[in-house]
T-cell receptor, first 112, second 111 residues
């Protein structure tokens, strides 16, 4: 059974600092990995999607890496802003079973 | 705008009542999903539909039924609501090589 872990569960940083969020998964036979953002009381917004054949994806200040063999992904957010405060979730998609397994999320607070 | 639409956004039920949560997507994706999100439990899959005409159980299917009405619509039914089903429910859709897209959620309270 696939298990996805995100550490730390919560993170507080001053504005301008770079954020590093970690995600680990137990079964490396994944189809893709996705990072989401969730604001309080809201739905999930997709940030980055990394296919199993890719090593990283970038979008603006966001960069996500994938190391399938070690079962790890890292989301980097450069020069954090108070607007980056949210919960970040990673999820892995296994083709067999056609479904996502989510980590518990990392709650981020960026202080002005 | 393309996306996933869930109705209603909020609902309060009494124990034993029934209701159906509606979900529609206009992204032309084959697969659709229902999740529930609870504090400390994360997002858990209730049911999913890999394509029109098929449905499968997820991690927590007990107490729920689903209907894939057509390619666009996937509904979740609570036949006899219980307080343990108080949660936030999310619908999502997925197409190959694409990210999963989520609706804004339905906040359901059962008294």
């Amino acid at each position: 059974k696939q298990e996805v872990t995100q550490i730390p569960a919560a993170l507080s940083v001053p504005e301008g600092e770079n954020l590093v969020l970690n995600c680990s998964f137990t079964d490396s036979a994944i189809y893709n990995l996705q990072w989401f953002r969730q604001d309080p009381g809201k739905g999930l917004t997709s940030l980055l999607l990394i296919q199993s054949s890719q090593r990283e994806q970038t979008s603006g200040r966001l960069n996500a890496s994938l190391d399938k063999s070690s079962g790890r992904s890292t989301l980097y957010i450069a020069a954090s802003q108070p607007g980056d405060s949210a919960t970040y979730l990673c999820a892995v998609f296994k083709a067999a079973g056609n479904k996502l397994t989510f980590g518990g999320g990392t709650r981020v607070l960026v202080k002005p | 705008n393309a996306g996933v639409t869930q109705t209603p956004k909020f609902q309060v039920l009494k124990t034993g009542q029934s209701m159906t949560l509606q979900c529609a997507q206009d992204m032309n994706h084959n697969s659709m999903y229902w999740y529930r999100q609870d504090p400390g439990m994360g997002l858990r899959l209730i049911y999913y539909s890999a394509s029109e005409g098929t449905t499968d159980k997820g991690e927590v299917p007990n107490g729920y039924n689903v209907s894939r009405l057509n390619k666009r619509e996937f509904s979740l039914r609570l036949e006899s609501a219980a307080p343990s089903q108080t949660s936030v429910y999310f619908c999502a859709c997925w197409g190959r090589q694409q990210p999963q897209h989520f609706g804004d959620g339905t906040r359901l309270s059962i008294l």
